[in-house]
């Protein structure tokens, strides 16, 4: 595998993957994310047009997770924990923040929930191995699509030495039938497939295996590890390639639409419907009883 190390300013080169790119400059590089692929999933100028990027604490708590899960001797070289430290207003954390920076200090309840989930995740026998298997954390694929010609972009969590790849999730309940809600709300599964094919654009070979770590971001931080059915991920492939397909189309057309002009009629939901007729049936059965 073609793996070769960031280096500032030297131009990225695709198909390869890098080693140690910064988080902004991968962000900032002109080619298709799975995220893009989203925006455009919603209409072109979603995509074009997007609201400016912002650094909000949870992205800072992400990208703390990430590292205390995968690299947690580096985590705590990184981080100052502040475990007394109740909010972000308290004296010490301002002293910390003018030292270390604000997104280098964790609070309290910051460190119980960051160390919490890493704490369950390396309890799970499974996933530590997992975790802790050689490889690269955080590395970034460049990859031409053979069909459009496009450059697209992906970042794995880790990807190990033997190409499996592992994605961290968190999330509200780690159960299958409520994870399973959650692949399909977020696209996970569109993510699945986008990722293997940007793979084998680079490498010339499939995933040997795409792990989604589902984890709960409260206590008691439950944990489970999830491998996507075919049928999902071709219903993601396919997703996948009709956004990228309109993608390269404006590109080449440098034309953005949103949505079209027509009138539409619309309709509430269908389970509102249902609840609706329901309640009237239940109406009528109250007055025939009475």
């Given amino acids: 595998m073609n793996v070769v190390e960031y280096k500032k300013d030297e131009k990225i080169i695709s198909p390869c993957y890098v080693a140690n790119m910064p988080s902004d400059i991968y962000h900032a590089h002109d080619s298709i994310s799975n995220s893009g ?20 604490r949870n992205k800072i708590l992400g990208s703390a997770l990430h590292m205390a899960c995968l690299e947690p001797d580096l985590f705590y070289k990184t981080y100052t924990l502040l475990r007394n430290a109740k909010d972000r207003v308290c004296a010490e954390y301002k002293d910390a923040k003018k030292i270390h920076g604000e997104e280098f200090v964790l609070v309290s309840s910051e460190c119980t929930k960051i160390e919490g989930i890493m704490n369950s995740l390396h ?21 031409k699509d053979p069909e459009t010609g496009v450059i697209c972009r992906h970042r794995f969590d880790k990807l190990t030495s033997s190409a499996i790849a592992v994605d961290l999730k968190t999330t509200v309940d780690a159960r299958k039938h409520a994870f ?15 990722y293997n094919d940007q793979h084998k654009w680079i490498t010339g070979a499939d995933l040997e295996g795409f792990f989604f770590v589902a984890v709960e971001s409260e206590s008691p931080f439950a944990c489970k590890m999830y491998e996507l059915d075919l049928d999902s991920f071709e219903a993601g ?22 949505y079209d002009s ?6 509430i939901p269908r389970w509102a419907l249902d609840e609706h007729e329901k309640n009237i049936i239940d109406n009528m059965t109250f007055t025939e009883d009475n």
Avoid: M
Avoid at 40 to 46: C, F, K, L, M, Y
Avoid at 250 to 255: A, I, L, M, P, Y
């Fill in 237 to 258: 492939r396919d997703s996948y390639r009709k956004n990228l397909n309109i993608y390269a189309y404006c590109k080449e057309q440098n034309e953005w639409p949103a």
């Fill in 37 to 56: 692929l989203k925006l455009v999933n919603r209409s072109p100028a979603h995509f074009k047009f997007p609201p400016e990027r912002v650094e909000t």
């Fill in 180 to 194: 399973s809600r959650a692949i399909f709300n977020y696209g996970y599964h569109v993510q699945n497939a986008f």
């Fill in 262 to 267: 027509a009138l539409d009629e619309i309709r």
């Fill in 123 to 143: 309890s799970n026998f499974e996933i530590r191995n997992l975790l802790e298997q050689p490889g690269h954390n955080e590395l970034s694929g460049f990859a």
